[in-house]
């Protein structure tokens, strides 16, 4: 099992450029999430999808879009890119129940350097 | 805002002693969760706690939780030099549907 991809793995971009990270999973899991890691600040949530077709935002959503369009995949978009935006991105899934969201599994990141 | 912190940030022991890593949190939660990642890597799952837990055994891992001081703890016993890496607590609150993290204890495993 592949379970949590993202692509690409790491990326260049140039201030104001637009790029999309692309998260699959084979899971079948129904919540999904892209998070972001700066030295020292630990994860932050960026967006978050409870089911296909639902979005919702988390901590820091401001910069970035996403869509849930097929259960499997989670895109988040950069619409135009800024130095702040540097940074390692990490999409993560659960199954979700009742009882909460469970247990997560991450991918390996995806690394956005923004010049 | 982050919901968890760990305390303390960093943390360096000599191999076959005991590491214990603290969590604090803020608000009343469904459930705890511990995360390790190594270094460059994604976040591996540990161990989950319910709120109606007090503790709970994983192999060398123990953790605690006390929802009447909003805190966990993390130990791992007998350490060994592959334990080297950030931990993670995470809070599952009610209702969110989401999973905060605090910022991380870097545990450091000196041979």
């Known amino acids: 099992n592949a379970g949590v991809t993202q692509t690409p793995k790491f990326r260049v971009l140039k201030t104001g450029q637009s790029m999309t990270l692309l998260c699959a999973q084979d899971?079948?899991?129904?919540?999904m999430y892209w998070y972001r890691q700066d030295p020292g600040m630990g994860l932050r949530l960026i967006h978050y999808?409870?089911?296909?077709?639902?979005?919702a935002k988390g901590e820091v959503p401001d910069g970035y879009n996403v869509s849930r369009l097929k259960k499997q995949n989670f895109l988040l978009g950069l619409e135009s890119a800024a130095p702040s935006q540097t940074s390692v991105y990490f999409c993560a899934s659960s199954t979700g129940t009742s009882g909460g969201t469970g247990e997560l599994f991450f991918g390996e990141g995806s690394r956005l350097t923004v010049l | 805002s982050q919901q968890g912190e760990e305390d303390p940030q960093a943390l360096s022991i000599q191999e076959g002693e005991n590491a214990t890593m603290n969590c604090s949190y803020k608000t009343s939660i469904n459930n705890l969760q511990w995360y390790r990642q190594n270094s460059g890597r994604g976040l591996v799952h540990l161990i989950l706690?319910?709120?109606?837990?007090r503790e709970k055994h994983s192999g060398r891992l123990r953790v605690t939780l006390d929802t009447s001081k909003k805190s966990s703890s993390l130990l791992i016993t007998a350490s060994r030099a592959a334990d080297t890496a950030s931990y993670f607590c995470?809070?599952?609150?009610?209702?969110?549907?989401?999973?905060?993290f605090g910022q991380g204890t870097r545990l450091t495993i000196n041979p």
């Open positions: 899971m079948n899991h129904e919540y």
């Open positions: 999808s409870v089911g296909e077709g639902t979005t």
């Open positions: 995470a809070t599952d609150r009610q209702g969110a549907q989401k999973l905060v």
């Open positions: 706690i319910r709120s109606n837990e």
